[in-house]
Every structure is written in C-alpha cells, then in structure tokens.
C-alpha cells in the first residue's frame, strides 16, 4: 500500500537553527507533494506543493522543499528557524488518478526554543 | 473570502449514539474530503465528493457515510458511535483544478463517552 514516513517524530531546535525536516513516499508514479503546518490550537494551513517543474519549491514563511524523484523524497527546510516556528508539520502526497485522496505522513513535532 | 467553515467545533456523544457532522467549503470550491485524526493514527482520509458524487472512500466501516449538496456543502454521518470514533474530523475543499491545493477547516473535535 502507498504510505509517506515522515522519519523525525520530534525535533527540538534553538531559534537561529537550521530545519530539515525528512518526507519519503512509496508509490512509483506520477504524485503531487504537500508539506502543511499545524500550529498549537490551530487548523492545517498549506505551506507549499510540488505539482510539476522546478524540484525546488518555495513556500510561505521562508520554507522550501526540494523533490528528488529517484530517491522518492520531498524534504522540507529553513535556513534558520524562529521561535514561532514550533509546530506540526505533516508531509502529504496525492498520487495520480487518486482524485483528491491526500495519504499523509505521521507529522513531526517541531519546538524551537528562544 | 471565508474559508472552510466546520460545525460544531466540539460534540460529547455516547456510545452507541449516531453524529452528524457539517463541512460549507470556500465558495466556488466543488471538492470536499474528510479526514480523521487521531493521536496515534495520525490524519487518514475518509472520502471525497465532488459534484454531490463520492470519488474516492478510504479504509472505514460503512458507519462513515457522507453526502454533498448540490450548494457544495457537505455532511457526514457516523453512527452506533464507538469509543474509537473519539478524534478530529476535518474537512477539506478545493477548486476542480487542484494545483491550487486544499483548505482545510479547523475540524469537529467529537468525544465519544
């Protein structure tokens, strides 16, 4: 069956560090990649989707994600994290044909401390 | 413009009771899914409609059922609710071209005693 592991289900940073936060997907075919953020008591906001083009995707707040097909990867980063960071991030595929089914990874917990 | 609006935001239901849950998508957004999520199973989908039509059904038992309206709105059932059923259930709407993502709205936290 199709799955996404997300490989770090904590990660704990000081403010000023840098994030990479680790996504892998099983599904040979054509996908769409998400990466969403939940913040503590909020709703899941997107912050970017691979669909096609560039591998390298800019997001909101800094982020960006590089999709390396051969290696079935869609690692999320920030240069450098701020404290308001601290979040849930989840990684998502959509695979082709799938309609609008998003598979989901387990989420990594993310705190930044000041 | 208003996003994906969910009610009610919080239910307590006993076992054995049935819910309905409401999802209003953006407007001019066709799709709307429903999503589950739980502490230990994390988010798992449970179906998509598009043009009052289910597209795709995940991995629940037949008491998950849903349904869409023609104004896009949607609905979902659970019934003979088990304590397992505890979870946040989110909805999610997108406009037929997908590229532009999915919104999700902030879920219907139900509790089931």
């Known amino acids: 069956a199709q799955s996404v592991s997300q490989h770090n289900h904590h990660v704990i940073l000081s403010e000023a560090a840098s994030l990479e936060l680790g996504c892998n997907y099983s599904?040979?075919?054509?996908?769409?990649l998400f990466w969403y953020v939940q913040y503590p008591g909020q709703h899941l906001q997107l912050l970017l989707k691979?669909?096609?083009?560039?591998?390298l995707v800019k997001g909101i707040k800094g982020f960006e994600a590089e999709f390396i097909k051969s290696k079935f990867s869609f690692n999320l980063r920030k240069p450098s994290v701020q404290w308001s960071d601290t979040a849930e991030y989840f990684c998502?595929?959509?695979?082709?044909?799938?309609?609008?089914?998003?598979?989901f990874g387990a989420g990594t917990r993310l705190a930044v401390h000041p | 413009k208003a996003g994906v609006t969910q009610t009610p935001r919080y239910l307590i239901k006993t076992r054995g009771q049935q819910v309905t849950l409401s999802c209003s998508p953006i407007?001019?957004?066709?799709?709307v899914s429903w999503y589950q999520q739980t502490p230990g199973q994390g988010l798992q989908f449970l179906f998509e409609?598009?043009?009052?039509?289910?597209?795709n059904k995940g991995n629940f038992p037949g008491r998950f059922s849903g349904r869409q309206f023609s104004n896009s709105r949607s609905e979902m059932n659970v019934s003979t609710l088990e304590l397992g059923d505890s979870a946040l259930y989110l909805c999610?709407?997108?406009?037929?071209?997908?590229?532009?993502?999915?919104?999700f709205g902030s879920g219907t936290r139900l509790t089931v005693v």
């Open positions: 999610a709407s997108s406009l037929a071209d997908t590229s532009y993502g999915y919104t």
């Open positions: 599904y040979g075919g054509t996908v769409n």
């Open positions: 691979y669909f096609s083009g560039d591998p």
């Open positions: 998502a595929v959509r695979l082709s044909g799938g309609y609008n089914k998003l598979i």
């Open positions: 407007s001019g957004h066709r799709s």
């Open positions: 409609y598009f043009s009052e039509t289910q597209r």
